[in-house]
């Protein structure tokens, strides 16, 4: 069935340096990319999503990449803040026209 | 502008009582969706709601059943609440019929006895 993988499941990082969250996905047709932040207690937000005609997206000190070929994507936070402290899930669309598929979310610790 | 709502926030059941989760939005959006959350866990589609009058099944439907009573409100229905059951329910709404940005209500925090 459709899945998407994501790593680490954990990641702890200094503040100001980079983060990179990965994503596999298993549906050759999935054409729409989010990534969800979600903070303690709270409620998922998107932060940026890509679809599949474009393989590069950036706002900010966010961009997310996209490998068709791969079946792959990633998140990249430069220049990590306190406040990137979060669960960040990834998404890919599904069979459905409706629905996501989630994978299971990445903790991000910044260290001070 | 409120965007999504639910009701209650949090709820406390014993095993076999039945209650209602609450979803409205005032975000115009098309599609609905429930969602369930486990503690470390991701999010898993209980049932959806692609346009008003219809509704189908997500990843994990069993026990319980929805209404999309019309545009603005989606609603989750558990008959015989279990312990299994005890999660954050997540409503969500998005606009188009393609793919589009979710937004999500504040969750509801369900526990069942």
């Known amino acids: 069935g459709e899945n998407v993988e994501q790593h680490p499941s954990t990641l702890s990082v200094q503040e100001g340096d980079s983060a990179v969250i990965k994503c596999t996905y298993s549906?050759?047709?999935?054409?729409?990319f989010p990534w969800y932040k979600q903070e303690l207690g709270k409620r998922p937000q998107l932060i940026i999503d890509i679809r599949s005609n474009v393989g590069e997206k950036k706002d900010q000190r966010i961009a997310v990449t996209l490998n068709k070929t791969a079946k792959h994507f990633s998140l990249h936070i430069t220049e990590t803040q306190p406040e990137d402290s979060a669960v960040y899930f990834c998404a890919a669309s599904g069979v459905s026209n409706y629905q996501l598929i989630w994978g299971a979310g990445t903790k991000l610790i910044i260290k001070p | 502008n409120a965007g999504v709502t639910q009701t209650p926030k949090f709820q406390v059941l014993k095993t076999g009582q039945s209650m209602t989760l609450q979803c409205a939005q005032d975000m115009n959006h098309n599609s609905m969706y429930w969602y369930r959350q486990d503690p470390g866990m991701g999010l898993r589609l209980i049932y959806y709601?692609?346009?008003?009058?219809?509704?189908d099944k997500g990843e994990v439907p069993n026990g319980y059943n929805v209404s999309r009573l019309n545009k603005r409100e989606f609603s989750l229905r558990l008959e015989s609440a279990a312990p299994s059951q005890t999660s954050v329910y997540f409503c969500?709404?998005?606009?188009?019929?393609?793919?589009?940005?979710?937004?999500f209500g504040p969750g509801t925090r369900l526990t069942v006895l």
């Open positions: 549906d050759s047709a999935s054409n729409y």
């Open positions: 709601s692609a346009s008003e009058g219809t509704t």
């Open positions: 969500a709404g998005t606009s188009s019929s393609s793919y589009n940005e979710q937004f």
